[in-house]
């Protein structure tokens, strides 16, 4: 399991090296967006290999589900730098390494990428682990990683 900063690093490079190969693609990576590629990944992960990608809750906030660690990071930022840096590059080799991690983060970055930050959080508003923990009224909801599994089982991943 990795540290949730790590997988965030890896959509920042992923996304970086993305903009400098295809001129179509020529926008900064949103801290939105960020949040539900992250959450997608997650997803996938409990649905495939039945176990965390990372090691922090999904928070069901206002607009879909947030990484509380990263939300911080990022704090007051729109948008996220593309300039790579010595640590966020590591972090993006070590985590390619995993050959499991790496298939579920191209798989989600590949599915997902291309949809706006606006796109992803109506998707994830329409989901069943976001609208069950927003239901549970609660200040700061937590996404259930059972019920995580179980929709992306049935509705997201073929296995």
Known sequence: MWNANKVANWFLVRHSSEMQRD???????TQMK???LMYYAQGVNLAVFSN???DEDLL???????????YDRFQGMKELDVTVDDEQLENYEEIANDSNSRMVLEA????YGGFSAGQLRNMTHSEKPWIEA???G?????LDDDTIEQYFKENIVEL
């Open 23 to 29: 001129e179509a693609v020529d926008e900064n990576l």
């Open 34 to 36: 960020l949040h539900k």
């Open 52 to 54: 965390r990608l990372f």
């Open 60 to 70: 069901a906030w206002k607009h879909g589900p947030v990484v509380r660690s990263v």
């Open 108 to 111: 989600v970055y590949e599915q």
């Open 134 to 136: 927003r239901d549970s």
């Open 138 to 142: 609660e200040d700061s909801p937590i």
